[in-house]
């Protein structure tokens, strides 16, 4: 009997693939991709932030009248009744957690501040032990000048201890403010609100009349002629008469302070 002839076979040829014809299949071709959606496939350093304000228009037919993201979002839009001011701090007050779920995002916090600052006031507090609090701090202190953003700042200081940092780039904004402005009447009106949030900061030793004395000093000479500067030159000048590290300056007296309206 005959040996049958050796057959030697690759490793890679002994598969059980069967004696089917190997198929030309292709590769796919790509989908289309429209140039509209780019823009979310390279995203900025920061990334998409996230826009509370376009909610649906039903929103607030949605939610119940007392829930805390309700009365979060009306008090960003409209001043809140006195009923409505207690009934949203209660419902802060019930969790600690909840004032990081209320909805309230640091680019929200300006709107805040102009319709309701008490409850910006008590929202700035409650977040005063959070990691979020340098975000909220930098919009506070970047945001237009206005009465209400002294006055939250002021409370603020009361409060807590504030660091100082924060404090002297909000004076350094506000004094920016009056030189930048150009409309003479609120010009004005902001140099006498400013002037008397500097002599509360001082006279409740907030902060160091040194600290500041070269840029508020200069200040009070440029708005000299505005009664409240002046009446905060003469503050400055009694606090720092017992050191003698302070820079001497003068301000004009020739010229008499106008009659305020």
Not at 76 to 101: N, T
Not at 149 to 176: G, Q, W
């Amino acid at each position: 009997m005959e040996d049958a002839p050796k057959v030697d076979l690759e490793p890679q040829e002994l598969l059980l693939n069967g004696f089917e014809p190997p198929f030309i299949r292709p590769i796919p071709p790509l989908f289309p991709i429209d140039p509209k959606q780019l823009f979310w496939q390279t995203p900025g350093r920061e990334g998409p932030s996230l826009q509370f304000e376009e909610l649906s228009e039903n929103f607030f037919d949605v939610q119940p009248p007392n829930s805390l993201h309700y009365l979060m979002k009306l008090a960003i839009r409209e001043a809140l009744s006195p009923d409505q001011q207690q009934q949203l701090q209660a419902e802060l007050e019930d969790e600690s957690c909840k004032i990081l779920q209320c909805g309230l995002t640091p680019d929200q916090l300006p709107n805040l501040i102009e319709k309701n600052p008490m409850i910006a006031v008590y929202v700035l507090l409650k977040l005063i032990s959070t990691n979020l609090i340098t975000e909220y701090f930098q919009v506070l202190v970047s945001m237009p000048m206005s009465l209400h953003s002294m006055e939250v700042v002021n409370r603020l200081t009361t409060a807590v201890d504030l660091p100082k940092e924060f404090i002297h780039l909000y004076i350094s904004n506000c004094i920016s403010s009056c030189n930048e402005i150009k409309d003479k009447y609120m010009q004005q009106r902001l140099v006498r609100l400013v002037c008397v949030f500097l002599q509360s900061l001082i006279r409740n030793k907030i902060i160091n009349v040194k600290d500041l004395y070269p840029e508020v000093l200069t200040f009070c000479v440029d708005f000299s002629k505005i009664r409240e500067a002046a009446d905060l030159y003469k503050f400055l000048k009694n606090s720092s008469s017992s050191s003698s590290t302070m820079p001497s300056s003068s301000i004009p007296s020739s010229s008499p302070s106008p009659k305020q309206t």
